[in-house]
């Protein structure tokens, strides 16, 4: 069984807790972890299934480390590979620019041949504007987290969207194979 890889990237270390929430419930032995500061393209490509964690920042700005790194995502042959986005975002204060970033992150890896899963409903959301959502459809791109407004429901919708996207992967014993946590 090939691993997934999951790429974060991280200033106040949000997302990287996240990612490793992620980790908890599907598994160290299917999911590898790596912060965006420290890779290069060729460990992305190594990768057939693919998770990338991105935090909006500001008035809709790219992470740090993803923005150093965004000329070498832009290089990547995603053809072939599978992809679940997930980002962090402040519904409230920053709500005409609610996870932007995922948006901007989607939109390249698509466009470099991607096939993305884990699309995730907008319901329960508040928020102005988002680069991240799917016009008409009532859904975002990947998974949003808002530890600022909505922290409480962080777990429940780690739970559910690790379950989906286990499924969407297809991997070994689906949905059922994924740790339900309340962290």
Sequence with gaps: MSKI??????????TETVAQRIVARMGEDRVDLHDIADVTQLEIENYQQLIFGIPTWDFGQIQSDWEEFWEDVQEIDFSGKTVALFG??????????FLDAMGMLHDVIVERGARIVGLWSTEGYEFEASKAEIEGEGKFV??????????????????????????????????????????
């Design 5 to 14: 890889g999951l790429f974060f990237g991280s200033d106040e270390g949000n």
């Design 142 to 183: 990947g998974l949003g987290i808002d530890e600022d407004q909505q922290e409480e429901l962080t777990s429940d919708r780690l739970n559910r969207w690790c379950r989906q996207v286990a499924e969407e992967f297809g991997l070994e014993g689906g949905a059922d194979s994924v740790a339900e946590l309340d962290d």
């Design 88 to 97: 962090l975002g402040d519904q409230f204060g920053y709500g005409d620019y």
